[in-house]
């Protein structure tokens, strides 16, 4: 997969800043998007295209948990966050709701915001296609793939699932 980087080099971006609480009154994914990360950068919505990648520091979705966050930078466009680490909950929310969140140590660091990025999920590796760079990431058990692959976890479930005699 392919898309742009958007970099912000800040550790501990909560979810309140990932989606503010004021508009928590929803869960449509486009509406969400709206308002994803306007707290930290106004233009942030502006400047996501379809497929793009978010990339940050330490402790990501850290805060309250709330499976917004996620669908906001969903319906923003963002394919993938790619972080030095992420808030146990944020994590589970992303792997749960289908989306992907990767660990990636010092990657903030090392790209730069609209650098080209491809992601190879079978071989663990970034490939910078601005900088001719790659880096390896922390790879996902096979279980979080095969949730990724179905959609999240109620589709992972519906597909398991079997039928009565």
């Not at 909950?89 to 990657?107: H, P, S, Y």
């Not at 296609?129 to 790659?134: A, F, P, R, V, Y």
Request: charged share 30%; with cysteine; aromatic share 10%.
């Amino acid at each position: 997969m392919k898309g742009y980087a958007h970099v912000y080099r800040r550790a501990h971006i909560n979810t309140d800043e990932i989606i503010p609480a004021r508009y928590l009154n929803t869960d449509d994914e486009a509406e969400l998007a709206r308002h994803a990360m306007e707290d930290i950068d106004p233009e942030f919505v502006k400047k996501v295209k379809s497929g793009d990648f978010l990339i940050t520091s330490d402790d990501f979705g850290c805060g309250s948990s709330r499976e917004h966050a996620v669908w906001a930078l969903r319906g923003a466009g963002i394919r993938a966050v790619i972080a030095n680490s992420f808030a146990r909950i944020f994590f589970r929310n992303a792997i749960d709701n289908g989306f992907l969140a990767l660990e990636c140590q010092g990657l903030a660091d090392r790209v730069s915001d609209g650098d080209q990025l491809e992601i190879d999920l079978k071989a663990g590796v970034i490939q910078n296609c601005t900088e001719g760079k790659s880096y390896r990431f922390v790879p996902l058990p096979d279980f979080a793939l095969e949730m990724l692959e179905a959609g999240g976890l109620l589709e992972y479930i519906r597909q398991r699932e079997v039928e009565p005699d």
